[in-house]
């Protein structure tokens, strides 16, 4: 049993050491390789591939903020192959530690991270979203700015 607890302390480790969010581009560029396409004329977007993933890394400050994986197969019906419980587990973990699920319905699942992280893994577009809440707060404020300044004199 000793053994077993010991393990799994020294695998969570090892896992957590290698967290994604907050790297910065060059350290993901390390990781994941060179950027595979300019999907975004921001900057501040760098999208990779890397086995059989395809990763979408949003930047603020030179850090990932948030990331978007995706499978690069596509099914059928031209969206990504669905993910597994195996493969976001994995992916959840090598980018925070004590995730608990937080609310599970038919399209999406969402978790929170110990360390203000949370992530959404959406079953229609087969997608798993992971970002920081300050950030999601930034985006959304910089949104609601957008749209003011949009519709002032209307």
Known sequence: MRIIAIL?????????????IGETKEQCTARYGPKIIDQSKDPD????????????C???DNKAES?????????????PEKMSDTEI?????????????????NSSA???????????????????????KKGQERRREEKKSAEQKNLKGF
Do not use: M
């Not at 799994?8 to 967290?19: D, G, K, M, N, Q």
């Not at 990331?67 to 969206?79: A, H, N, T, V, W």
């Open 89 to 105: 587990q994995t992916i959840l973990g090598s980018n925070g530690d004590g995730w608990v699920i937080e609310n599970e319905k």
């Open 67 to 79: 990331l978007l994986i995706e499978k690069i197969q596509k099914s059928s019906f031209g969206k």
């Open 8 to 20: 799994s302390t020294l695998f969570v480790s090892v896992i957590s050491s290698h967290a994604r």
């Open 58 to 60: 949003y930047f603020h």
């Open 45 to 56: 977007v760098l999208v990779f591939a890397k086995s059989g993933f395809r990763v979408v």
């Open 110 to 132: 969402y978790w929170r991270s110990i360390a203000d992280v949370i992530a959404t893994y959406d079953t229609t577009r087969n997608n798993l979203f992971i970002g920081t």
